[in-house]
């Protein structure tokens, strides 16, 4: 009812935290965690940090530094700082050579394909020459058709050799191997059978191509064959006509690849320049290291004291020692009696 008349029906909800209580340490570990996923997130996550009760990551303390504040020793917090710095260098260096190490290797894959596509034009342009020097044109400069096909070799109709072509295209099978089925100019005319899965169906398509000389396969229309008769015969010479467009292609290819080739290189012979930086930081490190050992170390004068207390507990224990031994039992003292009195002289009356 009160804060329904004067807070305008607002609760204020507070949750309190005990210093050095569970609820304290439990919310200090969700802010770390939480700041860990952000880091984790936004890629920002160059050296780990603890933070001991700052709200924010750029005041927060490792735990070395949060000892060497309590013990109140300058050399501890020193060193304490040179190892954030140190693991902060470390962390740069490993990026760095995380970062030349992916460079070398794409400039092998650049390498590796920019001598492919070299491979590839010298021999387009080895079946090139080859062509222009075997093929025979008409008036108008078109390539005259010179088609040789296996069933129909010595046949030089249009139309025979056309219906041999198409009745390879139905019932060829060759299982995903090159047949040849005949020749054109001396290049060899390959046919393929390529399978498939459409809708749950197998599906086999013949595809038709021109060997060169060495590796490639030139093709005219992704290598199917027209209705026309005309132009089914003629797509094996339109395939050579395209060797031109083929060496443009791998050499436009071999530019674009080789485009970013100087920047990974200058990555991949690159050098960190804070090497000596981080050598003089591990040795300062170091020589803080003896410096707080010789502190720790117990002094002379500490040493002659403490053994000297030593060599007085030892003398002490023997000296005890030593009187009890000295003093007589009283079973010793009654042998002696009794000894005594058994040699006693007897005396005459």
């Known amino acids: 009812m009160v804060a329904k008349e004067f807070a305008d029906n607002k609760v204020d909800v507070i949750i309190y935290a005990v210093e050095r209580s569970l609820d304290s340490y439990k919310f200090n570990l969700l802010h770390n965690k939480q700041l860990f996923i952000n880091q984790l997130k936004t890629n920002t996550l160059g050296s780990r940090t603890i933070d001991e009760g700052s709200m924010d990551e750029d005041s927060g303390m490792n735990f070395s530094e949060y000892v060497a504040v309590l013990s109140g020793n300058t050399d501890l917090l020193e060193k304490a700082k040179l190892d954030k710095k140190i693991a902060t260098l470390e962390s740069e260096r490993k990026n760095f050579l995380r970062e030349r190490d992916t460079a070398t290797g794409k400039l092998a894959e650049i390498d590796s394909s920019v001598s492919f596509h070299s491979d590839k034009i010298k021999e387009a342009k080895a079946d090139l020459a080859c062509f222009e020097k075997r093929v025979e044109r008409d008036k108008e400069g078109n390539p005259i058709n010179k088609l ?202």
Not at 171 to 194: D, H, L
Not at 199 to 224: A, H, M, P, W
Not at 332 to 339: A, G, I, L, M, W
């Open 148 to 349: 040789v096909i296996k069933g129909v070799e010595d046949s030089t109709d249009i139309k025979v050799i056309a219906a041999r072509l198409h009745e390879i295209e139905e019932k060829a099978r060759t299982k995903s191997e090159y047949n040849k089925i005949g020749e054109v100019y001396g290049f060899s005319i390959m046919v393929k059978t390529e399978s498939s899965s459409k809708d749950l169906f197998d599906c086999s398509i013949n595809r038709f191509f021109v060997k060169g000389q060495e590796s490639i396969y030139y093709t005219y229309n992704n290598g199917k064959l027209a209705a026309d008769p005309k132009l089914a015969c003629e797509n094996f010479v339109n395939a050579l006509e395209r060797i031109p467009k083929v060496i443009e292609s791998h050499e436009k290819e071999k530019e674009k690849v080789a485009a970013n080739k100087e920047i990974y290189t200058a990555i991949a012979n690159g050098t960190w320049k804070k090497e000596d930086e981080l050598r003089s930081l591990k040795g300062q490190s170091a020589e803080l290291d003896r410096k707080i050992a010789l502190t720790l170390a117990p002094s002379e004068e500490e040493k002659e004291e403490t053994e000297g207390m030593k060599q007085e507990e030892a003398l002490s224990g023997n000296s005890h020692s030593v009187k009890v031994s000295n003093e007589p039992s009283p079973v010793q003292n009654k042998e002696e009696d009794s000894h005594s009195q058994s040699f006693r002289p007897k005396w005459r009356h």
